[in-house]
């Protein structure tokens, strides 16, 4: 087996946990730095992965494989392919840049870290376990934190943002419990090893009938139109850090529930529910986009952009199993997993700084602020154009490739992406005409702009979308074998 670096991975924040609950809550400074500290080695581990990841040969790599509960056949099962690799770089990334975002909080520091890093540990082990029970259950682990740290932490309409991502998150789950069960029991293999069950034939009537439920759970957390209600309204009220995690990596964890079991499990499934779920989710593009649109709080225009390039994942993960353009349109949605995780954490730290300097986040109360904060305007700016597809940043590739799949499998849906791209590249130039440039409002004339290390964790983030925006070669690279595997099905 060697040495468990998927192990040692999850164990970065589960040990920093442990520790932060056994510090006394006066020692706001070594919580904070042993937070740090862990996501600094998780980052590590996690370029320590990806370098060691043998890309020609694919498939599941750096296998752990230990017996935990034989008699009901759960494992502690964990391995990763091209995509675990990408989406547990995007994880390292967001809780490093995370952490130090929220370096400043002053109030219930212990509790607030100790919640956030729960969290991050569900991600982890929902991102490397090949168990499909401990998936649910790290799965859950992610999930739950959300309530709380909305709850305390938060602003604007904390209480109703909490109660209502909670109870659509449940709802999520409520329908995904029995559908993994049911997967389990309907195999007869007495295993709920992700391997042995996808090498298992389902019956085609099993997976039409079940496949919904695993989607829908899943989508949900994605951002799934129109199941997506709960995710603005949470965006703008989490803090800073806690809306980076929401929408940068939580809700990939909808869409690669939705990969991992749904579309590797129950292909016969998958491509029956395929055109209308890619409808939706079609919808799902220009529809949060225009919304966005009309929206007058920064974290509303966000958290519904949110929706939509959510919406181009789940569309090339549907238009992937119609097996017209599979390679494209699976590439694209895994790249835009990672790329719209990456701009969205940065949209969030620096709306965050900008809210915690003036204390407001609607945008007419601002104007020519570029001349007053011109870093934080200026990556803000780098956010903005990499959601529009610029060239150059990161998301213009999956979004290219999964309209070219669109295009060759159902071209009206196609028409729908280009018309998501236009509405975005609206909005956000609406955004930045109306807060960023014209006469300097006075009211602002005093507030700070980003400085030493401050810049770290969005000059981190700002980096990582232009390397993958000139050099796209390094994850396409990295998921290729995989998704020519998983294409092979369709």
Not at 2 to 17: E, I, N, Q, V
Not at 43 to 70: I, K
Not at 385 to 408: I, Q, R, T, Y
Request: glycine share 10%; net charge neutral; proline share 5%.
């Amino acid at each position: 087996m060697g040495f468990p670096l998927l192990t040692s991975l999850l164990l970065c924040p589960t040990l920093a946990l442990l520790v932060i609950l056994a510090t006394p809550p006066a020692r706001a400074g070594f919580v904070r730095w042993t937070s740090l500290v862990s996501s600094a080695v998780a980052l590590v581990l996690s370029a320590l992965l990806w370098a060691r990841y043998d890309a020609g040969a694919g498939g599941l790599q750096f296998t752990e494989l230990v017996p935990w509960l034989p008699d009901v056949g759960i494992t502690w099962h964990m391995a990763v392919d091209g995509y675990g690799v990408a989406l547990l770089m995007l994880n390292s990334l967001v809780y490093f840049a995370g952490v130090l975002t929220m370096w400043d909080l002053a109030e219930r520091v212990k509790e607030y870290f100790a919640f956030m890093i729960l969290l991050v540990i569900g991600v982890y082990g929902v991102f490397m376990t090949q168990d499909l029970f401990l998936l649910f259950f790290f799965y859950e682990i992610a999930v739950v934190p959300m309530y709380p740290l909305i709850l305390v932490w938060g602003s604007t309409r904390k209480e109703y943002a909490a109660m209502k991502l909670m109870l659509f998150l449940l709802a999520g789950s409520a329908l995904l419990f029995p559908a993994l069960l049911a997967i389990y029991h309907e195999a007869g293999l007495g295993t709920f090893s992700l391997v042995e069950l996808a090498a298992h034939t389902f019956d085609r009537d099993f997976q039409l009938f079940v496949y919904p439920f695993v989607y829908i759970g899943f989508g949900v957390l994605a951002g799934m139109f129109p199941f997506h209600g709960w995710s603005p309204t949470g965006h703008v009220a989490a803090p800073s850090a806690v809306s980076m995690l929401h929408a940068g990596v939580l809700m990939k964890l909808g869409a690669f529930g939705v990969l991992a079991v749904g579309v590797r499990l129950l292909p016969e499934g998958a491509v029956y529910w395929a055109p209308l779920f890619a409808g939706f989710a079609a919808v799902g593009v220009v529809y949060g986009a225009f919304v966005a649109l009309k929206q007058t709080d920064f974290k509303f225009v966000i958290g519904f952009s949110s929706v939509s390039h959510m919406g181009v994942v789940l569309l090339g993960l549907n238009l992937g199993v119609m097996g017209v353009a599979a390679a494209d349109a699976f590439n694209g949605a895994v790249f835009q997993m990672f790329a719209h995780g990456i701009m969205t954490a940065l949209f969030f730290s620096t709306v965050g700084f900008i809210y915690d300097r003036a204390h407001s986040k609607t945008i007419a109360d601002f104007g020519g602020l570029g001349s007053q904060m011109p870093r934080a305007v200026s990556i803000f700016i780098v956010a903005g154009l990499c959601g529009a597809g610029l060239p150059g940043l990161a998301s213009f590739w999956p979004e290219m490739l999964v309209f070219l799949a669109a295009m060759k499998t159902m071209p009206l849906v196609g028409v729908c992406v280009i018309a998501g791209l236009v509405l975005t590249a609206l909005y956000v130039l609406r955004v930045f005409e109306t807060a960023f440039f014209g006469p300097p409002n006075p009211r602002w004339k005093d507030l700070p702009d980003l400085r030493g290390w401050e810049l770290l964790p969005r000059g981190l983030l700002v980096a990582v979308l232009l390397f993958f925006g000139f050099y796209p070669r390094a994850m396409l690279d990295l998921i290729g074998s995989t998704t020519q595997l998983l294409a092979a099905g369709f």
